[in-house]
C-alpha cells in the first residue's frame, strides 16, 4: 500500500512505481473514475492513434512497391491457404 499526501493546492503526486505499474509514460493522462462508495480508481488512458500513424508502416527499404491488384492477389492466396 502506497501513501499520498494531498498539498494545500490539493494536489497529490504519483510515486514512480504507481507510475511504472500502470505503465503510464511521460506526457501519457491517467483516468480517474468516482466510485460509488466514495473511492476512487485510476487507470491509464489508451493509447490511440490516427489513421496517418499507420503510413510507411508496411514499407520494405529495398522492396518493390506493390500495386493494388497484386496487393489483392496475396490476400486472395493467403485466404486460400496457398501462401
Known amino acids: 500500500m502506497t501513501t499520498l499526501t494531498v498539498?494545500?493546492?490539493?494536489q497529490i503526486t504519483l510515486?514512480?512505481?504507481?507510475?511504472?505499474?500502470?505503465?503510464?509514460e511521460p506526457g501519457?493522462?491517467?483516468?480517474?473514475?468516482?466510485?460509488?462508495?466514495?473511492?476512487?480508481?485510476?487507470r491509464a488512458e489508451?493509447?490511440?492513434g490516427t489513421i496517418s500513424d499507420l503510413v510507411g508502416m508496411l514499407k520494405r527499404p529495398g522492396q518493390p512497391?506493390?500495386?493494388?491488384d497484386e496487393i489483392n492477389e496475396a490476400i486472395a492466396e493467403g485466404w486460400a491457404g496457398k501462401r
Do not use: F, Y
Not at 483516468?31 to 480508481?41: M, N, Q, R, S, T
Open 7 to 10: 498539498t494545500a493546492k490539493g
Open 15 to 24: 510515486r514512480k512505481e504507481l507510475l511504472q505499474h500502470l505503465g503510464v
Open 46 to 48: 489508451q493509447k490511440t
Open 28 to 42: 501519457q493522462r491517467i483516468i480517474v473514475d468516482k466510485l460509488a462508495d466514495g473511492g476512487i480508481a485510476v
Open 65 to 68: 512497391r506493390l500495386s493494388i
